[in-house]
Nanobody, 123 residues
Framework: QLQLVESGGGLVQPGGSLRLSCAAS????????IGWFRQAPGKEREGVSC????????NYADSVKGRFTISRDNAKNTVYLQMNNLKPEDTAVYYC????????????????WGKGTLVTVSS
């Protein structure tokens, strides 16, 4: 069964850091572009960051540029999202997704989705 599983979410104070992980089972991530998306309560899902299959290209939403870093370890079949200087507006359920194509303006047309991990930024 093809699965993506996110982990690493939790409660953090403003200015704090978290690292999210996206692990795959049943398929190999190295052939896919991977995107991180988030959905805050009452809001639509938005793209956060995307990384190409090789890891050579990345992009970020303007709201997280300079604070978040996406990376991948294809040997571990895992993609990461390092989130620094977190703000209350970063509170959301974060999802990872895998797709066949990478786009410079963000991941879309994703084929596989995880179930999400909750990030809460609050004092």
């Amino acid at each position: 069964q093809l699965q993506l599983v996110e982990s690493g979410g939790g409660l953090v104070q403003p200015g704090g850091s978290l690292r999210l992980s996206c692990a795959a089972s049943g398929f190999t991530l190295k052939y896919y572009a991977i995107g991180w998306f988030r959905q805050a309560p009452g809001k639509e899902r938005e793209g956060v960051s995307c990384i190409s299959s090789s890891g050579g290209s990345t992009n970020y939403a303007d709201s997280v540029k300079g604070r978040f870093t996406i990376s991948r370890d294809n040997a571990k079949n895992t993609v990461y999202l390092q989130m620094n200087n977190l703000k209350p507006e970063d509170t959301a359920v974060y999802y990872c997704a895998a797709g066949f194509d990478y786009f410079d303006d963000g991941c879309r047309g994703m084929n596989y989705w995880g179930k999400g991990t909750l990030v809460t930024v609050s004092s």
